[in-house]
């Protein structure tokens, strides 16, 4: 709990000001960068999550929290330091994050209301 609180507070503090320097990522290369990192198989193709990892997206995190985590996660998630995923891909990887849309409401499935 101290860890995510941690966590917590480090992305409150950081947000406002990362907000206004957050690189522009490129969306294509970072679903490229997603896929070849692996990040799919513990949170989905389109970060919805999964038994191994918690949904991405839609509506993710703020980078701040999401780069503070990566760098030095917790549970089985291995670190991606800078060495390993640089700051510009991680942009990327959050610019891909970010265009995924929400999925349409179960009630506009047509098969799924029988």
């Known amino acids: 709990m ?3 609180l941690r966590f917590i507070v480090i992305a409150a503090i950081t947000t406002a000001a990362q907000a206004q320097n957050n690189p522009a990522g ?6 490229t ?3 070849s990192y692996g990040c799919y198989q513990c949170h989905g193709y389109e ?3 999964g038994r191994a990892g918690r ?5 993710p995190l703020p980078l701040a929290f999401v780069s ?3 760098r ?3 549970g089985q998630m291995p670190p991606y330091t800078e060495k390993v995923v640089t700051d510009e891909e991680l942009a990327d990887i959050y610019a891909f994050l970010l265009g995924i849309e929400q999925p349409p409401p179960v009630e506009s499935i047509t098969i799924l209301n029988y």
């Not at 490129?26 to 679903?31: M, N, S």
């Not at 949904?55 to 509506?59: F, G, H, S, T």
């Open 2 to 4: 101290r860890i995510i």
């Open 26 to 31: 490129d969306p294509r290369q970072g679903q």
């Open 33 to 35: 960068l997603y896929n």
């Open 47 to 49: 970060g919805q999550g």
């Open 55 to 59: 949904r991405l997206a839609p509506e």
């Open 68 to 70: 503070a985590y990566l």
């Open 72 to 74: 030095n996660p917790t």
